[in-house]
């Protein structure tokens, strides 16, 4: 009986851990375990600890000048998960792929903290404020968009290797 009890309490922890974390799938990359590290510590730097299923994908299939974008996928159903799926243009150097990976996890943070959510194809709410927008320039002026590219280097200078040692010195693209 004391067995099956401590079965059943074991369980129940397992549940609740495998269910309150993030899942992150990373794919396209050249060094999918270096892009996971990286992004287990900006979901920590982040406070990013809701269950949530992010997909990072790396592919050469990406619009021209779009170096990255993020997009969440949720039910209106309660506690359901979200899914966020986060594109990064493969063709970029590694240096700018993984500051890239630091602005859209500014993203995915803002998306799981409920900040942002697209209403449709021309109307976000951000932070209770509705927001209209017409193509892709004046998104990059939006307030989403200013705190992740005022945010981005900040981030990406914070994560480290096991010893310490910063993964990225970058210069902040143009």
Known sequence: MKI?????????????LAFTQPVVRVWGSKDSLAVIIQVEQYL???????????????STLMPEKLKGITS?????????????KVRIDARMNETQQ?????????HVKQYVKGQI???????????GNIYEYKGSKSLRYSPWEYEAY????????LCTDQSGT???????MQ
């Open 4 to 16: 099956l009890f401590i079965l059943l309490i074991i369980g129940l922890f397992w549940e609740h």
């Open 44 to 58: 920590d730097i982040l406070d990013i600890h809701e269950h949530v299923y992010i997909n990072i994908g790396f």
């Open 150 to 157: 005022r945010n981005d280097q900040i981030l990406a200078d």
């Open 117 to 127: 959510k697209v209403l449709d194809e021309r109307l976000v709410n951000w932070k």
């Open 166 to 172: 910063p993964l990225i010195a970058i210069v902040k």
């Open 98 to 106: 993984k500051l890239v990976l630091a602005h859209e996890m500014i």
């Open 72 to 84: 969440c996928i949720s039910s209106p159903e309660p506690k359901t998960n979200q899914i966020i």
